[in-house]
């Protein structure tokens, strides 16, 4: 609000004419319902038009807002919303923006829940975990490969019954699948009788490298 400018002063013994407090009058209406112009109603009291803050503010109930709200200060301390808490004390909590080399636009979810820092979350691209990560879902982990298309590859887990441990080797190399292990024995020949749990089978030797399973008296059990 603008400051009051008045178009008539009197001093001791001037000669006032009704002209001129009308005048005046009209400079404090003018004023008054000037932009930004304060109404109230009940215990409401609004503001139309610009309303500049150049001093600290208090607000002890709900500020409601229907418009943008423009914080033009160099971006720090003073120039950002804080939060003081439940301890009035020295520790507060600040919502600050880096200097925008554009418009930006950050839409807050249609959700309840608890802000995450970039410290906490998954990066996008490159980073280090340093702890346990758990992810949710049975297929939590899905690979693109060097082609973005509609193939992935997809890492699924069997739901499990108690807590399971799956060690990787301290070694480089590329992961069998269950369907790439030979499991039974196709071609067997030679003199070497063999014991099996039904008792002797005849004279043979093995093509396999399963070779130490047979030796174990597994492979026949």
């Known amino acids: 609000m603008a400051a009051l400018s008045k178009t008539y002063s009197f001093t001791a ?3 006032i004419v009704a002209a001129q407090m009308n005048e005046n009058f009209d400079d404090v209406v003018d004023w008054a319902t000037g932009t930004p112009t304060l109404s109230t109603s009940g215990s409401a009291t609004t503001v139309s038009g610009t309303l500049a803050v150049t001093e600290a503010a208090t607000f002890d109930a709900l500020v409601s807002c229907k418009a ?5 200060h160099d971006l720090g ?3 950002a919303i804080y939060w003081e808490g439940a301890t009035d004390n020295a520790h507060e909590t600040y919502l600050m923006a880096t200097d925008p080399t554009a418009d930006r636009t950050i ?6 829940g608890t802000v995450a820092l970039t410290s906490t979350v998954m990066p996008l691209s490159g980073g280090t975990f340093t702890g346990p990560v758990t992810f949710d879902g049975a297929s939590p982990i899905v690979l693109e490969g060097a082609t973005a298309n509609t193939y ?3 890492l699924a887990v069997t739901d499990p019954t108690a807590d399971r441990i799956i060690t990787l080797p301290d070694a480089t190399g590329t992961m069998a699948l269950t369907s ?3 499991t039974s024995v196709t071609a067997v020949t030679g003199t070497a009788p063999i014991v099996s749990s039904g008792g002797y089978t005849p004279a043979i030797s093995v093509t396999t ?3 130490q399973l ?4 597994t492979i026949f059990n």
């Open 152 to 154: 992935e590859t997809t």
């Open 13 to 15: 013994g001037t000669t």
């Open 68 to 72: 943008n709200i423009k914080i033009t």
């Open 180 to 182: 790439d292990i030979t």
């Open 214 to 217: 047979i030796l174990n008296n």
């Open 77 to 79: 301390a003073n120039g």
């Open 107 to 112: 839409t807050l979810p249609d959700a309840t």
């Open 209 to 211: 490298n399963d070779a």
